[in-house]
């Protein structure tokens, strides 16, 4: 196959005057000779019907109107029905036949070269129809490769969402917790996570992480993060030892300088603490009896950037009837038509009277506030929420 797309494009003369074959050929033998013009021959139309089946690199059909058979009028009306937007019909014709010509255009014809031929004319005509046709095709494939990238940022998510938790309750059998959670994407795919797992019968883990970036490279990030960290917290280990083991392994593995915040904890069931870590994340609420409380930090850095960081962990103990909530920056950086952002003061204005409300109806709470409050605005981040309502020993 020719480096030049151009080369690949047949020209197809449909003319049943049978002198017009070895006159095209003489005038133009040396882009013949070149490869730079490939010409096909048919007498009519129906032969020209024929050869488009034979050739199906023809892109330029220079058609007389009046002949045998199939005249040049009828075949553009076939050529019409093939909806083949690259290939492009000029008609050859008398100058005297103007009417038809007319015609030729309103049905389609790309241009049109009067007879008596004039070749250099035919070869500006012919090259011009040739770069049309070439930049159609482009457009073509490039509109074929954005739907290929689309059709893989589909499955994208369709498998970035298979591997979060999403059936509810999670522990049909458990009394002693509820557990909700939500991510929606602000692309087709996303670099938040969230993700929660039995240790053992007495122990929840949980975890709530943001990756730097957005897209497909996030998505990555992402799914390589939740997969260690869940990995590493099925061992029972400390959740400070947890997180030096898994940044130790991002550390390794990341690439373009990405990074994760993470928060992730041990809810021990028969007491009510929980053991955690914050490196780098949103610290979360819990909504107790006494009121509203933002959970301490724990000076934990984001995970990724600092080979052989060490993690502290806290302890905080939840009493029953208390619910723990943890969210990404999507929520509070949400912003509204005049760039305000949701913020954290609005957020806990929502949260303030929802002491013992059901964990789904407290999510799905804040997701609806945040989009009535940005509504009009296109989401900037991937908003991502977790609640655990704690119900103490039954």
Do not use: W
Not at 317 to 336: K, S, V
């Amino acid at each position: 196959m020719s480096d030049n797309p151009l080369q690949n494009i047949k020209i197809l003369v449909v003319d049943d005057e049978i002198d017009l074959e070895p006159l095209i050929r003489q005038k133009f033998r040396r882009q013949i000779r070149d490869g730079v013009y490939h010409f096909v021959f048919a007498l009519n139309g129906l032969e020209a019907l024929a050869k488009l089946i034979e050739f199906p690199e023809i892109g330029i059909i220079l058609s007389d109107i009046n002949m045998p058979e199939m005249d040049g009028l009828t075949l553009l009306s076939k050529l019409k029905e093939l909806k083949n937007p690259s290939l492009k019909t000029v008609i050859v014709s008398a100058y005297g036949d103007m009417e038809n010509i007319r015609i030729a255009m309103n049905r389609g014809a790309f241009d049109f070269v009067t007879k008596p031929v004039n070749f250099e004319d035919l070869e500006i005509t012919i090259n011009k129809t040739l770069e049309e046709i070439l930049q159609i095709r482009r457009s073509q494939e490039e509109h074929d490769q954005l739907i290929s990238i689309q059709q893989d940022l589909n499955t994208a998510r369709e498998i970035q969402q298979a591997i979060l938790p999403k059936n509810f309750p999670p522990f049909p059998g458990r009394q002693d917790f509820d557990i909700f959670a939500t991510m929606t994407a602000a692309k087709e795919v996303g670099g938040d996570f969230y993700d929660f797992f039995m240790i053992n019968d007495d122990q929840l883990g949980f975890v709530i992480g943001d990756v730097s970036g957005k897209g497909v490279p996030a998505a990555i990030f992402m799914a390589v993060s939740r997969t260690l960290i869940r990995a590493t917290g099925h061992k029972g280990i400390p959740t400070g030892e947890c997180m030096n083991y898994v940044n130790n392994l991002l550390c390794n593995e990341s690439v373009s300088s990405m990074f994760v915040t993470v928060f992730y904890g041990i809810l021990t069931l028969s007491t009510g603490e929980i053991e955690y870590v914050n490196g780098g994340h949103n610290p979360p609420y819990v909504i107790g009896s006494g009121g509203l409380v933002k959970v301490p930090m724990t000076g934990g850095p984001i995970l990724g950037c600092l080979e052989d960081t060490n993690y502290d962990s806290k302890r905080i103990t939840l009493a029953p009837g208390d619910t723990f909530i943890l969210f990404t920056d999507g929520i509070t950086e949400a912003f509204d038509k005049e760039d305000k952002p949701y913020g954290e003061a609005r957020l806990e204005q929502f949260l303030a009277g929802k002491y013992g409300r059901p964990v789904e109806e407290v999510v799905r709470g804040i997701a609806a506030s945040v989009t009535e409050f940005s509504a009009g605005v296109p989401q900037s981040d991937d908003i991502t929420l977790l609640a655990i309502h704690y119900h103490g020993k039954q």
